[in-house]
């Protein structure tokens, strides 16, 4: 195995900017607003502007190029072993809605990709969750099961089409894979031909809850919408408490072309090792002429800020090349999601007293048909609070039977009560031990490429030394909630092991939940805004609704 390029980045990304779609200037007003223009955004707006619904769609940086750019685009109802934990926390009846909706998010997708006119390279393929040691066979053998009980066409399997012997696997045929910024791009077009507003670079830091609802935005510009919809992966406001409730980890993934021959056929999952997943997908054909698939692999799950990415990188390559011998991989790159404390995503009201604002979040590594699903309920939810029962492809009743399961004001004490407290307690020891006198690292310490958080008088400082040995110093306290920021070595990137916000060397937002930069310091002895321990202040009309 060689690695051309490891780090050329997502190649999802590699497909078209896409047209500009510049930031607001003064005031904006919509039936809807959609704050995330990622694969649940973008299809929540899609559906609303079909219903006839004015729709504003609100970007921070470029459309489909956050999470959902750096996804592995998979479009399955089989979420690994789901089915065995929805139906002990939620029952039989919710385990099987959970199936029903995801299916019908992969059926919408082909629905629209037909009626559009989509090249997406949308492909039929079965979907495994697979044991290759044994360690999980137990578990393999209860969810085939409990997906076959939740209505899923899932058997139980020994043969799989890798080039390596597994001890057991649950296969759903008919399950599909996508292009997911081809699809998504295609879908910005037909919204804008239906007159919705697209805005990029319009990061949102303020909302007031009203009738209508205001939006206040970075560069000072106002949206006002009856109904806001916050599609930000990680919530922007915290109004229902889900930040003790989702808990962020990232993924690794490497990919490079393979042999049209050596293609394995299916999309693949096994839990054991860190997590591997295995797909294709189209690729261009070798210097003589012979067809390629485009081999996609991922795992070495991680919390953000937990260091070693080099080495997990390391790893998951090592693995890829054992298994698929002679790949040359060529593209490499990290995906970020949110595990939701009972395993089902929160998909409804932003909070227990909420009448016009709406969240989707917590898809746990399964995005795209959870997205989708979101958009579809979203729509279904706001367009049936206004008398017309839905309207948004099957019949609205029919959508609306999966609002109880993804409430995110639904309360399950007994089976989240371990995760909250876990994450709670993580959470609050990096809080509290950030504060307390600890080992820093020191400037002379820091190779080029590297990074790490040194005192500098009072304040904490995240240095970073870049190819060239310039220093690029910035405020080390996440602009959130205040935890010490870490440095990823492989991405170059701050991160925050609280919940998962992520900034540039320079400060920039990279990922939320944080809207402000931090600081930046002229030099290392000099911040340019005080480091005292506490949290920047929280996005200004958010304290109350």
């Given at each position: 195995?060689?690695?051309?390029?490891?780090?050329?980045?997502?190649?999802?990304?590699?497909?078209?900017?896409?047209?500009?779609?510049?930031?607001?200037?003064?005031?904006?007003?919509?039936?809807?607003?959609?704050?995330?223009?990622?694969?649940?955004?973008?299809?929540?707006?899609?559906?609303?502007?079909?219903?006839?619904?004015?729709?504003?769609?609100?970007?921070?940086?470029?459309?489909?190029?956050?999470?959902?750019?750096?996804?592995?685009?998979?479009?399955?109802?089989?979420?690994?072993?789901?089915?065995?934990?929805?139906?002990?926390?939620?029952?039989?009846?919710?385990?099987?809605?959970?199936?029903?909706?995801?299916?019908?998010?992969?059926?919408?997708?082909?629905?629209?990709?037909?009626?559009?006119?989509?090249?997406?390279?949308?492909?039929?393929?079965?979907?495994?969750?697979?044991?290759?040691?044994?360690?999980?066979?137990?578990?393999?053998?209860?969810?085939?099961?409990?997906?076959?009980?939740?209505?899923?066409?899932?058997?139980?399997?020994?043969?799989?089409?890798?080039?390596?012997?597994?001890?057991?696997?649950?296969?759903?045929?008919?399950?599909?894979?996508?292009?997911?910024?081809?699809?998504?791009?295609?879908?910005?077009?037909?919204?804008?031909?239906?007159?919705?507003?697209?805005?990029?670079?319009?990061?949102?830091?303020?909302?007031?809850?009203?009738?209508?609802?205001?939006?206040?935005?970075?560069?000072?510009?106002?949206?006002?919408?009856?109904?806001?919809?916050?599609?930000?992966?990680?919530?922007?406001?915290?109004?229902?408490?889900?930040?003790?409730?989702?808990?962020?980890?990232?993924?690794?993934?490497?990919?490079?072309?393979?042999?049209?021959?050596?293609?394995?056929?299916?999309?693949?999952?096994?839990?054991?090792?860190?997590?591997?997943?295995?797909?294709?997908?189209?690729?261009?054909?070798?210097?003589?002429?012979?067809?390629?698939?485009?081999?996609?692999?991922?795992?070495?799950?991680?919390?953000?800020?937990?260091?070693?990415?080099?080495?997990?990188?390391?790893?998951?390559?090592?693995?890829?090349?054992?298994?698929?011998?002679?790949?040359?991989?060529?593209?490499?790159?990290?995906?970020?999601?949110?595990?939701?404390?009972?395993?089902?995503?929160?998909?409804?009201?932003?909070?227990?007293?909420?009448?016009?604002?709406?969240?989707?979040?917590?898809?746990?590594?399964?995005?795209?048909?959870?997205?989708?699903?979101?958009?579809?309920?979203?729509?279904?939810?706001?367009?049936?609070?206004?008398?017309?029962?839905?309207g948004t492809g099957v019949s609205g009743q029919d959508v609306l039977s999966w609002a109880d399961l993804y409430d995110p004001v639904r309360l399950s004490p007994r089976h989240e009560a371990p995760s909250v407290?876990?994450?709670s307690a993580t959470v609050a020891a990096h809080f509290v031990g950030d504060r307390l006198p600890h080992r820093t690292g020191s400037v002379e310490d820091i190779a080029p490429g590297g990074g790490a958080v040194?005192?500098?008088?009072?304040?904490?400082?995240?240095?970073?030394?870049?190819?060239?040995?310039?220093?690029?110093?910035?405020?080390?306290?996440?602009?959130?909630?205040?935890?010490?920021?870490?440095?990823?070595?492989?991405?170059?990137?701050?991160?925050?092991?609280?919940?998962?916000?992520?900034?540039?060397?320079?400060?920039?937002?990279?990922?939320?939940?944080?809207?402000?930069?931090?600081?930046?310091?002229?030099?290392?002895?000099?911040?340019?805004?005080?480091?005292?321990?506490?949290?920047?202040?929280?996005?200004?009309?958010?304290?109350?609704?």
């Amino acid at each position: 195995m060689s690695t051309e390029s490891p780090d050329s980045g997502s190649y999802w990304m590699e497909y078209g900017a896409g047209a500009a779609h510049p930031p607001p200037s003064g005031r904006v007003e919509a039936d809807v607003a959609v704050i995330g223009a990622g694969i649940a955004g973008i299809s929540t707006a899609w559906e609303l502007a079909r219903a006839g619904r004015s729709v504003v769609l609100l970007e921070a940086g470029r459309i489909a190029s956050g999470v959902t750019g750096h996804t592995t685009a998979k479009l399955s109802a089989l979420h690994g072993l789901a089915y065995q934990r929805v139906r002990k926390s939620r029952g039989a009846d919710a385990a099987a809605r959970y199936a029903r909706s995801q299916s019908d998010a992969i059926g919408r997708v082909a629905q629209v990709c037909e009626e559009l006119g989509i090249d997406c390279d949308f492909e039929r393929v079965a979907a495994y969750s697979y044991s290759e040691t044994g360690e999980q066979g137990r578990a393999v053998v209860a969810e085939a099961e409990a997906a076959r009980a939740a209505g899923l066409p899932a058997t139980y399997v020994t043969e799989t089409g890798l080039p390596f012997p597994v001890a057991g696997a649950v296969r759903v045929e008919d399950q599909a894979q996508f292009h997911p910024r081809k699809y998504l791009l295609a879908l910005v077009a037909d919204l804008r031909r239906q007159g919705a507003s697209v805005f990029e670079g319009a990061r949102v830091t303020g909302l007031h809850e009203g009738d209508p609802c205001r939006l206040t935005l970075a560069g000072g510009s106002v949206v006002r919408a009856r109904e806001v919809v916050v599609a930000t992966h990680y919530p922007l406001f915290d109004r229902s408490l889900l930040f003790a409730r989702l808990t962020p980890h990232r993924e690794l993934v490497v990919a490079g072309p393979i042999p049209a021959a050596q293609d394995p056929h299916g999309m693949y999952l096994t839990p054991e090792g860190s997590t591997r997943s295995v797909r294709t997908a189209p690729y261009d054909d070798d210097e003589d002429g012979g067809s390629r698939r485009l081999l996609i692999v991922t795992g070495e799950k991680f919390t953000p800020g937990a260091g070693g990415v080099e080495e997990r990188y390391a790893r998951l390559e090592r693995w890829t090349a054992e298994r698929f011998p002679g790949v040359r991989l060529t593209h490499r790159w990290a995906a970020q999601d949110n595990e939701p404390s009972d395993g089902v995503p929160f998909v409804g009201r932003l909070h227990p007293g909420a009448r016009h604002t709406w969240v989707a979040t917590g898809f746990n590594g399964w995005g795209m048909s959870g997205g989708v699903m979101a958009g579809r309920l979203l729509a279904a939810r706001i367009t049936a609070k206004e008398g017309d029962g839905g309207g948004t492809g099957v019949s609205g009743q029919d959508v609306l039977s999966w609002a109880d399961l993804y409430d995110p004001v639904r309360l399950s004490p007994r089976h989240e009560a371990p995760s909250v407290l876990s994450t709670s307690a993580t959470v609050a020891a990096h809080f509290v031990g950030d504060r307390l006198p600890h080992r820093t690292g020191s400037v002379e310490d820091i190779a080029p490429g590297g990074g790490a958080v040194v005192r500098d008088g009072k304040r904490h400082l995240a240095v970073h030394r870049d190819d060239t040995g310039a220093l690029h110093a910035v405020a080390a306290r996440c602009t959130h909630m205040g935890c010490l920021v870490r440095f990823n070595d492989a991405e170059r990137t701050w991160e925050c092991p609280c919940h998962g916000s992520r900034f540039g060397v320079d400060g920039e937002v990279l990922q939320g939940p944080a809207v402000h930069p931090l600081a930046r310091a002229s030099r290392v002895g000099q911040a340019d805004a005080e480091d005292t321990g506490r949290a920047a202040p929280a996005p200004e009309p958010d304290a109350s609704p």
